[in-house]
């Protein structure tokens, strides 16, 4: 079966813009969370929906917003793009919760410029 | 606060050598236990996870990891190191019955030597 899928691969954007980041999970999972993964930070939870809902949040300013759709795709969306939030994003999907095996796609490599 | 720690940002073996890579936990209840692997430019991939039951758990490639409670620890081994285990290391944990994220440690980067 088809896996994570996460568009695009690779991001450049400058400053002050914003960038919409996109998750397609595995056929049948409900649950889709976002990481932050930098050298120095490693991996930061951004947040996990659940058809549909936001049910968990990290530690991440209100420029870091997500949602999911009844199809349980998924986006991010970060906004006044600052250099810091240069990183590898992470998506990982399970059919419940990340209790259970989570799969991860390749990531967005977003660099801020 | 539940916490991961790693001990060892870097850890090189001679191919061939046994793979040790420490993992220990601070949690009041009963957790459950994971070591995932990140290949370069690659997302996360499950390699075992402890619930319940059997203390020493057989994942993909060669690992296996025990829990040991009076330790809080999950050590990740392999009797024999391959140039193709060099990948960095992640060990999470999750209390059962919490809210279902995981807590990651640091990640350990191995280093196979020919």
Not at chain 1, 25 to 34: A, D, K, L, T
Request: with cysteine; glycine share 8%.
């Amino acid at each position: 079966k088809a896996g994570v899928t996460q568009t695009p691969r690779y991001l450049i954007k400058t400053r002050g813009q914003q960038v919409t980041l996109s998750c397609s999970p595995i056929s049948g999972h409900r649950s889709v969370s976002w990481y932050q993964q930098t050298p120095g930070q490693g991996l930061q939870f951004l947040f996990e929906y659940f058809s549909e809902t936001q049910r968990n949040k990290g530690n991440f300013p209100g420029r870091f917003s997500g949602r999911q759709f009844s199809n349980s795709r998924s986006e991010m969306n970060v906004s006044t793009l600052e250099l810091g939030d240069s990183a590898l994003y992470l998506c990982a999907s399970s059919l419940v919760s990340m209790n259970t095996e989570a799969f991860f796609g390749q990531g967005t490599r977003l660099t801020v410029v | 606060a539940q916490s991961v720690t790693q001990l060892g940002s870097h850890v090189s073996v001679s191919e061939g050598a046994l793979v040790l890579l420490r993992c220990n936990y601070s949690s009041s209840v009963p957790p459950y236990l994971f070591w995932y692997v990140q290949y370069p430019n690659q997302g996360l991939q499950l390699l075992l996870k402890y619930t319940t039951g059997a203390t020493l758990v057989k994942g993909i490639n060669g690992f296996e990891a025990e829990f040991k409670k009076s330790e809080t620890s999950f050590h990740l081994t392999k009797p024999s190191a391959h140039m193709s285990d060099a990948a960095e290391y992640f060990c999470a944990v999750s209390e059962s019955g919490s809210n279902y994220q995981l807590i990651w440690g640091a990640g350990t980067k191995l280093i196979i030597k020919p």
